[in-house]
């Protein structure tokens, strides 16, 4: 079973920055991607970025383009996601996620592993 502990959340002020960070461990899989979802009360669960560590290609959701960035160490198993230019709408419990795929997908059904999540606020 793959494990998945994230860190990094907490408060900031629009405008701001934040670093999520999470730690992988328990892979068996010759490919895997690594992925960073949000969800916000009474809204739908979003992708927010993936990537291979098959090839490193990389993925983000709309809302998320030109501030955030995702990146993983040389370790290959802490995926860290930079995000800056924070908005109010960014708020939310921000989940890792793991998948046995090569592809750096947003798909939420192809991910059969998640972390327990870490708030983010943005808030003045």
């Known amino acids: 079973q793959v494990q998945l502990v994230e860190s990094g959340g907490g408060l900031v002020q629009p405008g701001g920055s934040l670093r999520l960070s999470c730690v992988a461990s328990g892979f068996t899989s010759d490919y895997y991607a690594v992925a960073w979802f949000r969800q916000a009360p009474g809204k739908e669960r979003e992708g927010v970025s993936c990537?291979?560590?098959?090839?490193?290609?990389?993925n983000y959701g709309d809302s998320v383009k030109g501030r955030f960035t995702i990146s993983r160490d040389g370790a290959k198993n802490t995926v860290y996601l930079q995000m800056n230019g924070l908005k109010r709408e960014d708020t939310a419990t921000y989940y890792c996620?793991?998948?046995?795929?090569?592809?750096?997908?947003?798909?939420?059904?192809?991910?059969?592993?998640w972390g327990q999540g870490t708030q983010v606020t943005v808030s003045s």
């Open positions: 996620a793991a998948a046995p795929t090569p592809i750096a997908t947003l798909n939420p059904r192809r991910f059969p592993s």
């Open positions: 990537i291979s560590f098959t090839d490193g290609t990389t």
